[in-house]
């Protein structure tokens, strides 16, 4: 079975400030690796994803995340933060064979203060 | 881009009434759609598959009977939540890969919040 877990339920940081939202997988099988974005009363916006090639993989809104296959974990980045990217943030794992599910981690709610 | 509408965006209903919720691939054709249920400040619980042209496959726990989910088009999933209760009142969101597509990342609707008084 696959697993994703997101090691901070909340990551407070000030604007300009960089920030790492962890996060660790388990699965037995080959899968891809997702960050999604959600804002208040909102769908998923995908930010980026790594299905395979170089490890550091960059997204929408200066975001970028690295694939650490020994560590099993695709913690993403940001160098400096706006107020605008506080917001909740799901870190994903989806199969590549079969019915293609994806499994959400609990979710980081990002939350940067001026 | 993929754009999936998903409506209404927010729905009020009285106990024991059935609502349902549409969700529609705009610009492509989606070979599977997901339903998936979020509680407050949880995560996105998969509830069930569709894929157009067959039944669904629910996942564990989840009652088939009260969450109808019908993919009768390659445009439209719809899910039904009859007799709705109190404890039905969640946030719904779908999302749904484009036909002939690996994994690429989904696209999912906006959601819809459903309160059951």
């Known amino acids: 079975a696959q697993s994703v877990t997101q090691l901070d339920s909340q990551v407070p940081v000030f604007e300009e400030a960089p920030v790492e939202l962890r996060c660790n997988y388990s699965?037995?099988?080959?899968?891809?690796l997702f960050w999604y974005v959600q804002y208040p009363n909102q769908g998923l916006q995908l930010l980026l994803k790594?299905?395979?090639?170089?490890?550091l993989v960059k997204g929408i809104n200066g975001f970028e995340a690295e694939f650490n296959k020994s560590q099993t974990s695709f913690h993403l980045r940001k160098p400096s933060v706006h107020i605008s990217d506080t917001a909740e943030y799901f870190c994903?794992?989806?199969?590549?064979?079969?019915?293609?599910?994806?499994?959400f981690g609990a979710g980081t709610r990002l939350f940067v203060k001026a | 881009g993929a754009v999936v509408s998903q409506h209404p965006s927010w729905v009020i209903c009285k106990s024991g009434t059935s609502v349902k919720i549409e969700c529609r691939s705009l610009?492509?054709?989606?070979?599977?759609m997901f339903w998936y249920r979020q509680f407050p400040k949880q995560s996105l619980m998969l509830m069930a598959t569709?894929?157009?042209?067959?039944?669904?496959?629910?996942e564990q726990g989840v009652e088939k009977d009260k969450f109808l989910i019908n993919h009768a088009s390659l445009t439209l999933s719809t899910l039904t939540v009859t007799s709705a209760h109190p404890e039905d009142s969640s946030f719904y969101i779908c999302?749904?890969?484009?036909?002939?597509?690996?994994?690429?990342?989904?696209?999912f609707g906006s959601g819809t919040r459903l309160t059951v008084v």
């Open positions: 999302s749904a890969r484009e036909f002939g597509q690996t994994n690429y990342g989904y696209t």
């Open positions: 699965s037995s099988v080959s899968v891809y």
């Open positions: 790594y299905l395979s090639g170089s490890t």
């Open positions: 994903a794992v989806s199969l590549n064979t079969g019915g293609f599910k994806t499994i």
């Open positions: 610009d492509f054709q989606a070979t599977t």
């Open positions: 569709s894929n157009e042209g067959s039944k669904a496959t629910y």
